[in-house]
Structures are given as structure tokens and as C-alpha cells.
């Protein structure tokens, strides 16, 4: 893979190297190809069609979208978890996409992953503090008995009872199993944490003492987050930056303020005016956009803009359905809508 | 006012792994009018989803409604019903919607067959007549092109258009009560947005009252007209929404306004409830939210009974007691 072709492509020139970034996400594309023993191949699944982002040391950027955007995918094949169809990653100046097996599990002691259910991603059978000291122990980051007090002291950083070491993760509840997985991502002492909807799956009372065990561990330990979520409130409350995510493209990406604030994109215009506001008053006077029809199906994305089968724009138009609009600098954000200037604010709209 | 809606003591036990029986739902009083949306709020456990399977003896054994227990549809007692008039008020008299249609979707008949059935259990109309209605309710319900989509298969059709469906289906029978349990929950935020569009449009169209059984405050508001939450098998506090939303006075309700984030405002760092919701099994005594309540005071380890706090406004809380004064003439 080559790098030097980064600073044409991305939309801003970026210096070759930047001590701020830590991750360069660059055109990354992942297709899925159905098929298989019962069903003919159709036409690839476009999860991920294009995608370039920066995330910066110490920083939470979110990446936002519907079920079906591809933003998970954006977490899992920056880990490679899954390969990359194409595109780029650079991870601390380390090209991620064209590591050998030895050289991405020395990198994987540095970037880690947290999932919305950590059920499903903890072994049944092994003791919560087995489970934790796993990548202490492959990495070996201490040996004999410094691997339990380095699981005691990692239990007790994210909330939990460091005697839980010896229990089982089916004695927990949805709450503390996150906080094992979390336990779990920050005993090999990553410097970046993918967190694929970490609390989507959780109660509210829950879901506020993860974002703020989140919030206090990136700050003592400087860590990185992608944040990958559905709900803008929730990112409103952990994220710097966040890219909004349609149809496998980033449609829109800026810093939190300003991208909620005055969104652009017509598409973040309507995630917005759709996030139920607990507030009486506010939510009858609030006009709100709602959108026509689904989602159109990734493997049959539609030409042009992918938004312009629902979009609301008063000026969509012909060139909407032609031509894909690119991400470019309007207002205060970045939007790839070729009428961007003019978009409705999520005020200024009626019913639509 | 028609009270379409009465439930009195609800109490429902469920077989505990060592003997016994424990109650899921412990005391549950609420009233529903004609016309009039009551939200149901808590998080998961609370009860609230069995309670509102319990309007329809719907729930699944070896659960049981306990002796004591009252839930009256206008005149009709739903506990002495037996049979086939049980069956006559399930659809007819209460419709229902659940978070994930397809569990409640069958999906070797089309959706056109499915509305249709529940038509012709109801009313003697002709299979032509039927299908006709079907027609109709799938348009009033904002499926597009309605008369291609009739014929398709569940699996054909997306998350969002099935759970439009399930309300056509809900609304086939023209119940005077909807039952909507978690209805947007499995959709995504743009989805959401819509179908509770139609269900507000749909509500003040048929009329019907609506008991919304959801754990997100935002959905409640601006459009129930009474909410009440619901923590470890009970009602913990109940009020006029508007009330409830500006003056939240049961130390859960406050930690459940402190534990959201919001989309607009000042971001300031959520003030979660400490500890976790605990199984119905673990429920401590005396009042319920004790361990976890930053307020709870002596008095908090003796079970308190739902005490007014302004009109119509009442939480089980002995803080009532005391601020209760205060509180009620802050209210109206």
C-alpha cells in the first residue's frame, strides 16, 4: 500500500506527519460478496464505500448512522477483523492493511475493540479475571503474580469488585459485563479503543455510568476512541468530532458542536429533528422531518447522491441523481451535498 | 370522561428456581379513558411489559395473575372471562404492538391474508369485503402502493413497514384501547420518527386510547397525556406528563432525568444511579429503590404507599411527607 498519495486525496491537505493523528483512515472500501452453497453470487454488498477519516490522539470521534451504513464495518476492518476490499490505514505511521499475522497481533496490543453486547464476545467457561489476564498474558506484558494484581487494579479502574476476578460472566449484569469487556480492551494498555455501540444495548440509568467510565478512562489514559453509534445525544455527550455515515459514505463529518448546531447535510438535518427529546414543550413546538421510505438496499445503492431517493432538499434536483456529490468544506462542517449552502436547518423546516 | 380502562392491584407471580413463587408485578393501579394516551416508563425488569400482557391474559405461564388482582374493559371483568368470550375481546376490544413484529408476523401467509383474518374473526364480512378493508387500513397506515405490497410476504418487507403492518393488524378489529409495547424500540432513530407519526395520526383519527409501554423518556413526551414509571414491579410515580417532565419527584424519576443525555443544552457530565436494577428474586425490602437512592433515610427501610405530591401527582416516596407541601404548591 502506498501512502504518498494521501494528501490529494484527502479533502484537506494534511502534513505527511502529524504527531496529533494516530489513525489515517483513507478511501477505505469494503464489498461483501453473497453467495455460497444455496444461493447464486449477487451483486456485492457496498458496506463501505469510501471512506476517509482522521482520529487524533486522546480524541473520541463518532461515527454515526442507521443499521446498514457500514459503520461497524469502518470499526472491524480498521482492526481487520474483516479485509479491507480497498484503501488505506495508517495506524502511528504503522500501514495496518499490510501487516503479516505476527507484526497485527503486536498491533493489536494497541488498538482494541469493545462490542454493544460483550456477552457474545466473552468465553462462557472462562473466569472473568482468566478472561482479562488473556491479553496480558499473550502480550507478556507480567508473568506469575503480577498478572493477578494487574487484573485486581484493572477491575477496580472500570468499577468493579476486584474479588469478581474468580466469578463467571453469566453472574453478571448487562452493566458489569460491559465493564469486563472494557477491563478486558485496557489490560493490553491500548493507546485506541473501537467501541462498536458500547451502550446501545444497555438501560439509561447503566448507559450514563459507561459514558462516563468511558469519559474518565480517556482521560487517565489519554485513549483514543472511535465511537460507533446510532444515537446523536449519546455522541453528543462523548464525541469531539463526529462523521455521519448514509448508505456506506460519510456524508457529513465535523466537530460535535458545530455539526449539531448547523448541520448541512439534509440527511443530519433529519437524524436530528428524529432524536426524541425528552422535553414537552420543546418536543410539540420542534417542527420534525420524516422521511419518506427506507433505506435503499447497499447492494443496489442508488446513482448519484445516495441520499436523494428521500431527501427533502428544496433544490434537489437532476444533478442529485447523477452526480455524487464529494466532501467538501461548507459553513462550518463538512457535507457532501451538492446544495449544502442552502440545506434547511432542523428548525426552519415544516412537515414534510 | 368513558373509563375504557381499569386495573386494580395487579399482582403477577411467576415459580421461583427454589420453591415458591415471586411476584413480577406487585400492586399495579392504573386507569385508562377513552381517547387519553397513559405511558409506561421504566427500564428493563421493571414489570411493565408483563403488565401490559396481563390486560389480555396474555401472560405466559407459569406466570400467573394472583387472586385480588382487578382489570375491567368498561363493564367487562378480563379475569372471570373464559374460552371463546376471552377470545372475543383479544383484537376486539384491545389491540396490541410489540417491539418485533416478526414474532408476531406469519410468515407463510401474506400480509393481506393475515390483516384479512383478523377482519372476518370479528366481523361477517365477505373475503372480498375483507380484502377491501385490508386495502384500505395498509394505506391508512402509510405502506406504499398498498394494493402490490398486499400480497408480499413478511420477510419482504422491512423492519419499519412491518411494524406498520402489525398496526394495520391491530387497528383491523377497531379496538377502542391500542397496546404498544416498545413499538419503535428494534428501529432505527428516521424509522421511529415515522411510525410514531402514525400512531399519533391513527390515535386522533379512531379515537382510541393508547397505553405506550416504552423505557425512553423521549418518546413520552409530547405525547402521553399521563405517565407513569415503574420501578421493581410497581408504580413508583405517576403524574400529568408535563408535570412529571418539569418537576420529576421520586429520587428514581430525578436519576433517570439526570442519566439521559440531550441532544440540546449545556453538556454536562450524566449523574447515573449508582448500583444496578436488581432481579425481581432480590427485591430489598422496604422501599425498593433504598440501596440506590441518595436520599433514602430511615424511614425509606418501611415500604411506602403512593403519597400525593401535587394534583395528580403522586410518588411512593416518604419524601412527600415532608416536602410534599412545598412540592404540591410549587404544582398547580
Partial sequence: MQFPAFTCIHPRPTPAVDRMTLLQVRDLVKHYTPGGLFRAAGPPVRAVDGVSLDVNRGETVALVGESGCGKSSVGRTILRLQEPTRGAAMFDGIDIFSLDRRELRRLRRRMQIIFQDPYSSLNPRMSVGSAVAEGIEIHRLATGAEVGRRVASLLEEVGLDPGYARRYPHEFSGGQRQRIGIARALAVEPAFIVCDEPVSALDVSVQAQVLNLLADLQRDRGLAYLFIAHDLAVVRQIAQRVAVMYLGRIVEQGATEQLLSEPRHPYTVALLSAVPEPDPARSRSRSRIVLRGDLPSPSNPPPGCPFHTRCFHPLRNERCRMEVPVLRPVGRTMAACHYAESTPGVREVGGV | ?332
Avoid at chain 2, 416508563?41 to 387472586?67: D, F, H, N, Q
Avoid at chain 2, 430511615?298 to 415500604?303: C, F, P
Fill in chain 2, 1 to 332: 370522561m368513558t373509563r375504557v380502562l381499569e386495573v386494580e392491584e395487579l399482582r403477577i407471580s411467576f415459580p421461583a428456581e427454589r420453591g415458591g413463587r415471586f411476584l413480577a408485578v406487585d400492586g399495579v393501579s392504573f386507569t385508562l379513558d377513552r381517547g387519553e394516551t397513559l405511558a409506561i416508563v421504566g427500564e428493563s425488569g421493571c414489570g411493565k411489559s408483563i403488565t401490559s400482557l396481563a390486560l389480555l391474559r396474555l401472560v405466559p405461564p407459569p406466570g400467573r395473575i394472583e387472586s385480588g388482582s382487578v382489570i375491567r374493559l368498561g363493564d367487562t371483568d378480563v379475569l372471570a372471562l373464559e374460552g371463546e368470550s376471552l377470545r372475543r375481546i383479544r383484537g376486539r376490544r384491545v389491540g396490541m404492538i410489540f417491539q418485533d413484529p416478526m414474532t408476531s408476523l406469519n410468515p407463510v401467509f401474506t400480509v393481506g391474508n393475515q390483516i384479512a383474518e383478523g377482519i372476518r374473526a370479528h366481523f361477517k364480512v365477505s373475503k372480498a369485503e375483507a380484502r377491501d378493508r385490508s386495502l384500505h387500513l395498509l394505506q391508512e397506515v402509510g405502506i406504499p402502493d398498498p394494493s402490490t405490497r398486499i400480497d408480499s410476504y413478511p420477510h419482504q418487507l422491512s423492519g419499519g413497514m412491518r411494524q406498520r403492518v402489525m398496526i394495520a393488524m391491530a387497528l383491523a378489529a377497531e379496538p377502542e384501547i391500542l397496546v404498544a409495547d416498545e413499538p419503535t424500540t428494534a428501529l432505527d432513530v428516521t424509522v421511529q420518527a415515522q411510525i410514531l407519526e402514525v400512531l399519533d395520526r391513527l390515535r386522533e383519527s379512531h379515537g382510541m386510547a393508547v397505553l405506550l409501554i416504552t423505557h425512553d423518556l423521549g418518546i413520552v413526551a409530547g405525547r402521553a397525556d399521563r405517565v407513569a414509571v415503574m420501578y421493581a414491579g410497581q408504580i413508583v410515580e405517576e403524574a400529568p406528563t408535563a408535570r412529571l417532565f418539569s418537576a420529576p419527584s421520586h429520587p428514581y424519576t430525578q436519576g433517570l432525568f439526570a442519566s439521559v443525555p440531550r441532544i440540546t443544552g449545556p453538556v454536562r457530565r450524566l449523574t447515573p444511579i449508582r448500583g444496578s436494577v436488581p432481579a425481581p428474586t432480590a427485591w430489598p425490602s422496604g422501599c425498593r429503590f433504598r440501596p440506590r437512592c441518595p436520599q433514602a433515610f430511615d424511614k425509606s427501610e418501611t415500604m411506602p404507599p403512593l403519597l400525593p405530591v401535587g394534583l395528580e401527582h403522586r410518588m411512593r416516596c416518604w419524601l412527600a411527607e415532608g416536602a410534599g407541601g412545598a412540592m404540591g404548591a410549587g404544582g398547580q
